[in-house]
């Protein structure tokens, strides 16, 4: 029996469609414990979305996202959205209980990547989240991501990299950005 993972996609730009394809090309490379079932694309761009969603094969499309993470039917929430919409989406996902994919980097700033973070037993929404399953994505053809997040999810283990892997990036780029403006060395926070 296949089982599947109903997959919500947010954003149909370039990003989007890279994760639209990876999500259509998985099992032509893997075979995942969970094949994606491309379940609602939804995007800002009402009169590009429904040729985006046929184009991919998404069943259903939305302008509204609020509600794509909201829905009872969607499992996999996918954020490729622009940065300033992350944090937003990310939260209202992880409280509604979704597993989720977001683009890198993971916030605009350490800070934002903080808030989303959701890894640590204590942290407000970790118990929201359909466990486990928060990935974030570094790769450009993303089939290996995309394959990574439904077996790791399949087998009950978190991915990676993981949402700590992007707060930890956020911060290094921002030491970096720190560093040169003070033309010292300054430290990563950890």
């Known amino acids: 029996m296949t089982h599947t993972i109903n997959v919500a996609l947010i954003g149909q730009r370039f990003m989007g469609r890279a994760h639209a394809n990876a999500y259509r090309q998985v099992r032509a490379f893997f075979d995942p414990a969970l ?3 491309l379940r609602l694309a939804c995007g800002r761009n009402a009169e590009t979305l429904t040729d985006f969603a046929h184009r991919f094969g998404w069943e259903e499309h939305t302008t ?3 509600n794509a993470v909201t829905r009872d039917d969607i499992d996999l929430v996918d954020i490729c959205v622009s940065n300033d919409l992350h ?3 990310v939260i209202q996902a992880a409280q509604a209980g979704k597993a989720v994919f977001c683009e890198k980097p993971l916030g605009r700033d350490l800070a934002e990547a903080r808030r989303m973070l959701a890894t640590e037993p204590n942290h407000p929404y970790a118990s929201a989240w359909w466990p486990p399953g928060h ?5 450009h053809s993303f089939v290996h991501a995309v ?3 439904i077996t790791a999810i399949a087998e009950g283990r978190n991915p990676e990299p993981n949402f700590y ?3 930890r990036a956020q911060a290094v780029l921002e030491a970096v950005s720190r560093s040169v ?3 010292s060395w300054v430290q990563a926070e950890e």
């Open 181 to 183: 403006e003070t033309r």
């Open 147 to 149: 394959y990574e997040l």
């Open 87 to 89: 944090a937003e989406i």
């Open 165 to 167: 892997d992007g707060v």
């Open 64 to 66: 509204d996202w609020h």
């Open 135 to 139: 990935i974030l994505g570094y790769e």
């Open 35 to 37: 094949v994606p079932r």
